[in-house]
């Protein structure tokens, strides 16, 4: 197919540096304040929630003073200290720096609400985020530039999902509800369409793509996922689900392993070598709500499923058809809200997901903060919260660059980016 340009590519200008004399706090912080605000006699605290399959899930852990990293390595390189110890004290390490990010740069170049997000796979300053008008923004914070603007269709064009190409970060695959699954650069131009539907009622809504095995994967609306090469061959296109296909993802480790999640309240697990039909899934994991998403942890060895209500759940390879744990978690579906997804730390077992506080959810307390919430893989403790009071909305995504210090979260029409308040200063 002949490449064809896309609507005007333009520049935004809606750029925030935020204020060095204005330190945001964090939720413990800014807890005396709430509590002046609450009523006497408040519900229970989150903190004693413990309806997680984990023993003694509470809230934020105050971690003990971690010892010298280089004193663990040390020991490690003398045989003394194993290698899950060596990366208990560097997630532990990291983690006590979670207390000092704040929001770096704000950005708000939509006229509506952002809908996908993703970090180029070798610049961790670089990230791009698409909007429910099909807008495209490609945003390298870490210069003065203003950020390359692909103006969208408007209604109907929202982008699902976003990748950005492995083989040529010059070019991201982009799934929408225009109807396409296509691949094109940041002029404007498509170079390929992959998917394309002949009807208004079917559009496109998750997108994968895998380098290793030169494959890209999509799901529509009515339960179609569409497996093809990345020449655009398609290989098969079959209906895997009653209901929408809200995320596919193939295993980061195993390109032949494949998670779809759907509205119709599973995620199942397949081997892309033994496809044959809707009924030739590995594992079918029934949840009690419609689902989110399904994300394979980097190694490959775990499963982060998000549901529409108020449940995270994690599954384990040594066992896909049953939840290694259970997280409580208020984050309900709302129609004019960006699906909240959770999603993995690229180096460390650590979850971070937005909070959408539910008055109906068991530990709700009055005046919630919409904090963005990090919990540990292991135990499914929460381990940290981040807020800031100026940009208190709903982080529906929220994903950290693959050097794994610095965090983006789209929160309605505004792109934040969060990190250590000492690498703001530097700035």
Known sequence: MAPKKRPETQKTSEIVLRPRNKRSRSPRELEPEAKKLCAKGSGPSRRGDSDCLWAGLAGPQILPPCHSIVRTLHQHKLGRASWPSVQQGLQQSFLHTLDSYRILQKAAPFDRRATSLAWH????????????????????????????????????GSITGLKFNPLNTNQFYASSMEGTTRLQDF?????????????????????????SSRMVVT????????????????????????????????????DWFLATAS???????????????????????????????????????????????????????????????????????????????????????????????????????????????????????????????????????????PMGDTLASAMGYHILIWSQEEARTRK
């Open 263 to 401: 509205v119709d309240q599973t995620v199942k697990i397949w081997d892309l070598r033994q496809v044959r039909g809707k009924a030739s899934f590995l594992y079918s994991l029934p949840h009690r709500h419609p689902v989110n998403a399904a994300c394979f942890s980097p190694d490959g060895a775990r499963l982060l499923t998000t549901d529409q209500k108020s449940e995270i759940r994690i599954y384990s390879a040594s066992q896909w058809d049953c939840p290694l744990g259970l997280i409580p978690h208020p984050h309900r579906h709302f129609q004019h809200l960006t699906p909240i997804k959770a999603a993995w730390h690229p180096r460390y077992n650590l979850i971070v997901v937005g909070r959408y506080p539910d008055p109906n959810f068991k530990s709700c307390t009055p005046y919630e903060m919409r904090t963005i919430d990090v919990f540990d893989g292991n135990s499914g403790k929460m381990m940290c919260q981040l807020y800031d009071p100026e940009s208190s909305g709903i982080s529906s995504l929220n994903e950290f660059n």
């Open 121 to 156: 796979p070798t610049h961790p300053s670089t990230v791009a985020v698409g909007s429910k008008g099909g807008d495209i923004m490609l945003w390298n914070f870490g210069i003065k530039d203003k950020p390359t603007f692909i103006k969208g269709i408007g209604a109907g």
């Open 187 to 211: 002029k404007g131009n498509i170079l390929r369409v992959f998917a394309s539907s002949d009807t208004i009622n079917i559009w496109f809504c998750s997108l994968d793509v895998s380098a």
């Open 219 to 254: 799901g529509d609306n009515v339960g179609n996922v569409i497996l093809l090469n990345m020449d655009g061959k398609e290989l098969w296109n079959l209906r895997m689900h009653k209901k929408k296909v809200t995320h596919v993802a193939l295993n980061p480790c195993c």
